[in-house]
Nanobody, 120 residues
Framework: QVQLVESGGGLVQAGGSLRLSCAAS????????MAWYRQAPGKQRELVAS???????NYADSVKGRFTVSRDNAKNTVYLQMNSLKPEDAAVYYC??????????????WGQGTQVTVSS
């Protein structure tokens, strides 16, 4: 079994910053891609940023230049540094991790979600 624990959400004023963390633990052989998604009320879940095992990153156009995704492979942790936050960034943020288990199968796991609220 694999567990993902997210932290770092909260309330921030527009223009402020937050850093989200998502730590994976359990039966992990290795981790492939790691990503952050978000879902605002009444909207579909959308990809915010992703990072491959080799460190290549991808961002939604709406966050380019403001958000930075990174990972610490030794800690099985992915981060999302969010700067210059806007009210439209408010959502529940979820991490998504592709875990290779010891049997060399790949499974997709989701974090529990962390709320980000941005006041104008």
């Amino acid at each position: 079994q694999v567990q993902l624990v997210e932290s770092g959400g909260g309330l921030v004023q527009a223009g402020g910053s937050l850093r989200l963390s998502c730590a994976a633990s359990g039966r992990i052989f290795s981790i492939n891609a790691m990503a952050w998604y978000r879902q605002a009320p009444g909207k579909q879940r959308e990809l915010v940023a992703s990072i491959t095992s080799g460190g290549s990153t991808n961002y939604a156009d709406s966050v380019k230049g403001r958000f930075t995704v990174s990972r610490d492979n030794a800690k099985n942790t992915v981060y999302l540094q969010m700067n210059s936050l806007k009210p439209e960034d408010a959502a529940v943020y979820y991490c998504n991790v592709a875990v290779v288990v010891p049997e060399l199968r790949v499974y997709d796991y989701w974090g529990q979600g962390t709320q980000v609220t941005v006041s104008s």
